[in-house]
């Protein structure tokens, strides 16, 4: 056990940003199908993703638009993808590579909450953008059931309970939605549409004897299956008679905070 340990300690250490390591998508599970079926309506243009992670996202820009795809990253080397044109940015503090008016489209897929310096951020995409050009930015979702209940009980929003900020691919700043209003008005947007991604998925397969762990009882297991299926079904029912519809894709439960912004006029 105490090996086990210290090898995975050892791996955090030598893998600084774990996010991209880990997942592919380096976003929450769903959030980019919900930006490409947003971008499937548009018109096909320039792009640029910024903090792209592994380019997976990028890549499939790419092919539904058969053009290349601008991308960002803290490091190259964690862009994996090919046929994308990379730049190495810091977005706290880095300009971008970039003239002023060049794209028709950037994408800031959950990287707001990362930075320590967002206004800075918003600025530069503001000058790369077009007149008319827009900015799909997504970030958690601060105001659904689950964090308003961790920040009455913990006076933490969950997800952001660092008191320090280790390295850029920790959580720094819950957004809410006043704040990202006036960052994106007070830098020559205008908000479009403000939507919400996939909710929580606390329901779980029902196929127990897969998912039993030796360390705890049976009866623990069973009832933590029973209870998150309870939890998943209440959703869909508040969903219902909030909204009339039993999708979580609302305020209450969403997991991610989906703003699509133009900018207003060339500064």
């Known amino acids: 056990m105490k090996k086990k340990i210290a090898s995975v300690k050892k791996i955090e250490q030598s893998q600084d940003f774990y996010d991209i390591e880990r997942m592919p ?3 929450y599970p769903g959030t980019h199908n919900s930006i490409l079926k947003i971008l499937e309506k548009c018109s096909p243009g320039q792009l640029l993703d910024i903090g792209g992670g592994t380019g997976h996202f990028a890549k499939a820009v790419s092919k539904m638009w058969r053009r290349k795809v601008y991308v960002t990253e803290l490091k ?12 190495e940015v810091n977005s706290d503090c880095d300009p971008l590579p970039y003239p002023d008016n060049f794209f028709d489209y950037v994408t800031f897929i959950e990287v707001i909450e990362h930075l320590k310096n967002p206004w800075f951020a918003i600025e530069e995409i503001s000058r790369v953008l077009k007149p008319k050009g827009k900015l799909i930015l997504t970030t958690p979702n601060i105001h659904n059931l689950r964090s308003k209940r961790h920040f009455i009980f913990k006076n933490k929003f969950p ?3 660092l008191e320090t900020h280790p390295n850029p691919y920790k959580h720094l700043h819950p957004f809410t939605l ?3 209003k006036l960052i994106l008005n007070e830098n020559n947007f205008f908000i479009e549409n403000i939507s919400y991604g996939e909710g929580y998925r606390q329901r779980v397969p029902w196929s127990f004897y897969k998912k039993f762990r030796k360390s705890r009882p049976v009866w623990r297991n069973l009832a933590g299956y029973v209870i998150r299926n309870l939890l998943y079904l209440i959703s ?4 219902f008679l909030f909204y009339g519809s039993f999708s979580t894709k609302n305020i209450f439960f969403a997991v ?7 900018k207003k ?3």
């Open 25 to 27: 998508e380096a976003a």
């Open 76 to 87: 190259r080397d964690y862009i994996t993808e090919s046929g994308l044109v990379v730049s």
């Open 159 to 161: 997800q952001f309970e």
């Open 178 to 180: 006043t704040e990202l």
């Open 236 to 239: 869909k029912l508040v969903s």
């Open 256 to 262: 991610t905070t989906i703003l699509i912004a133009s």
């Open 265 to 267: 006029y060339a500064k």
